[in-house]
């Protein structure tokens, strides 16, 4: 989904992009990001998240 001409930078389109976080939108233009926040991420258990990827400590 592209939203058109939504960039708050360039005035850009903006697709729709969904990760492990939740929905994002990307500017095709510029590479501007914004999430998108549909609830309170206060409430985000980081206790469930533990080895997500990317944020991985080695054991030492
Ligand atoms: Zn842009």
Redesign the pocket.
């Known amino acids: 989904m592209v939203l058109y001409k939504a960039?708050?930078?360039?005035?850009?389109d903006?697709n729709l992009n969904k990760d492990m976080y939740g929905e994002y939108k990307e500017?095709?233009?510029?590479?501007?990001s914004q999430d998108i926040q549909p609830k309170p991420r206060k409430a985000f258990d980081w206790a469930k998240t533990r080895g997500k990827p990317g944020r991985r400590r080695k054991a030492a």
Do not use: D, E
Request: aromatic share 8%.
């Open positions: 960039c708050p930078r360039c005035q850009g903006l500017c095709l233009q510029c590479g501007f």
